[in-house]
């Protein structure tokens, strides 16, 4: 039987989730816009969000998308350790092949 205080981990979770994909629409759209500098600033928020209510998956996107906007502001080095940490990312949760392959293929595959 579900505890009142498990019911509202759960819905707490969920809706932290939801925000953190919001968040990281709008970092896409940001990007879309080639507005580098907004959208690193939503995924880095994401990302934060994402580690704080261990979700891995949500945090992988968002350092990979970071590491995508450093690149196009030709910050390469920095580019570099956001797609070494989504590496890491990947490869210590088994988030899949898909996930490692975009990393792979690098930056321009994804857009």
Request: glycine share 4%; net charge negative; with cysteine.
């Amino acid at each position: 039987m579900m505890t009142l205080l498990t019911i509202l981990l759960s819905v707490s979770l969920r809706a932290a989730t939801v925000d953190i994909s919001e968040l990281i629409d709008q970092g896409e759209q940001a990007f879309l816009k080639e507005d580098y500098r907004e959208a690193l600033h939503c995924f880095m928020t994401a990302k934060a969000q994402a580690e704080n209510t261990d979700s891995v998956q949500l945090s992988y996107v968002a350092t990979y998308d970071m590491g995508i906007c450093y690149f196009m502001i030709s910050e390469n080095g920095e580019a570099l350790n956001y797609f070494f940490e989504a590496q890491q990312i990947v490869e210590e949760h088994n988030l899949g092949r898909v996930a490692m392959n975009k990393i792979k293929n690098g930056p321009m595959s994804s857009r």
